[in-house]
């Protein structure tokens, strides 16, 4: 996904909100951070796209006047009254140093699951696993298919199966991801 970025100078703020526009900051290891703003209605329609849960593994590319780079949305802010986009902090990346992020946890088979069948509720008790890895390596979602899962069956973080280069480093695997409970 691409964004248009400008520069701007730190107390520019309000009048770049006024506007149309969304402050925000980019960070980089060892590199001064850049301040920086987007278009609000471009950066809306790029954001529309995604599925939720989806923009902690959305790799970004960010053309500036001077230079494109990539990077990741590292945080958010929105407003407490309309959940308009206050503010971003981006994390730029590179091929060879490694990212943490929170990929979504999706389940197929609801519609065919046993266990809602005999009479029990899905319950997905955690959505996101956080994972380290290159951004190369980064998955956008983990699956879990709850098709044959009867009442009382879980779905341990042990049991997605994480690609090559990718681990897990906010949870324990023992804990439960999705569970068919009784009603």
Do not use: W
Not at 45 to 71: H, P, V, Y
Not at 150 to 170: A, E, H, M, N, Y
């Amino acid at each position: 996904m691409e964004l248009q970025i400008f520069e701007r100078e730190k107390k520019q703020i309000k009048k770049l909100r006024h506007l149309g526009s969304v402050p925000a900051v980019v960070y980089a290891k060892g590199k001064k951070n850049i301040n920086i703003s987007l278009k609000k209605d471009e950066l809306k329609k790029q954001l529309a796209k995604l599925q939720a849960g989806d923009l902690s593994t959305c790799i970004f590319t960010l053309k500036g006047e001077k230079e494109t780079f990539q990077a990741i949305v590292k945080e958010i802010q929105y407003f407490v009254i309309n959940y308009d986009i206050m503010h971003l902090d981006f994390l730029r990346i590179d091929e060879k140093s490694e990212i943490t992020a929170k990929v979504p946890i999706r389940s197929i088979g609801l519609n065919e699951c046993v266990g809602i069948k005999q009479g029990g509720n899905f319950r997905q008790v955690i959505r996101a696993m956080k994972v380290k890895c290159l951004p190369k390596d980064l998955p956008k979602e983990f699956i879990i298919d709850i098709a044959n899962m009867s009442i009382g069956d879980v779905r341990r973080l042990s049991d997605l199966t994480l690609p090559k280069g990718v681990i897990s480093v906010s949870r324990k695997l023992n804990e439960v991801a999705v569970t068919i409970t009784k009603r």
